[in-house]
């Protein structure tokens, strides 16, 4: 499975929803906490894009010289339908200084992260993260590639993955006696994570026989994945 450092390190590089939380800005509307866009540095600091009127940018300029304490939230939801969206959250506190000259564009400041600690809870577990851990993780292959997939999975393939039914033994019923309805949940270089749903759903992962390392690699694991379910 993957580690801790490596589930949040994917989490922050990914197109999850995040917001910076930073003391003295709590009455700020939420959209004014979401950065723009989100970056690791090769020291793990975390570069954050803000608009440069922001309040978060406001509180970072007039603390100057002084630590200001942030945190930053990560929230996964699912990209398809299904009961219990969120896959989990993670969390990356740190201190928060201003990082004139980076932001591409005027009218806009990135901010820098400097970890202190972090953790993550999610479909996997909870877990803390040291920064040393964080900086050198890297980020799951097929993260940029996810919510695709699982949206085309859900859309267009709904019956290969109703047929992974067929894996999970007599757990494909539920309470009632119907059969589940399997829902693809999360895709990783690792496998498949389906939800089954019904009365007391559940969640299976379905493991590749390796890692895959790209999106080749996946889609011939993917294949294998559906015809041993169609045996």
């Known amino acids: 499975m993957p580690s801790a450092a490596e589930r949040t390190r994917t989490l922050v590089q990914s197109t999850c929803s995040a917001v910076l939380l ?16 989100r970056a690791v540095g090769p020291d793990g600091e975390v570069f954050l894009l803000f608009p440069a009127d922001s309040p978060v940018v406001r ?12 945190v930053l939230e990560i929230t996964d939801v699912a990209p398809v339908s299904v009961p219990n969206r969120i896959r989990g959250r993670a969390w990356l506190s740190g201190w928060l200084t201003c990082a004139p000259g980076i932001a591409s564009e005027p009218g806009l400041m990135m901010l820098r992260l ?13 877990g803390g993260v040291e920064p040393e851990a964080f900086a ?4 799951d292959p097929i993260t940029a590639y996810e919510t695709e997939l699982l949206q085309h999975l859900d859309a267009g393939h709904s019956d290969q993955v109703q047929a992974l039914c067929g894996l999970v ?15 693809p949940l999360a895709l990783d270089r690792f496998g498949l994570r389906v939800r089954f749903t019904g009365e007391q759903p559940f969640d299976a992962r379905f493991d590749f026989p390796v890692p895959v390392r790209d999106i080749t690699e996946l889609r011939r694991a993917m294949h294998a994945l559906f015809e041993a379910a169609a045996r």
């Open 136 to 139: 050198a993780a890297g980020v």
């Open 59 to 70: 509180a970072a300029t007039h603390a100057q010289d002084d630590e200001l304490p942030a």
């Open 22 to 37: 930073v003391p003295g800005v709590e009455t700020a509307l939420p959209e004014q906490l979401a950065p723009q866009a």
């Open 114 to 126: 400097e970890l202190g600690e972090a953790s993550v809870d999610d479909l996997w577990g909870a």
């Open 169 to 183: 033994g007599d757990r494909r019923l539920d309470g009632s006696g119907a059969v589940r309805r399997a829902v």
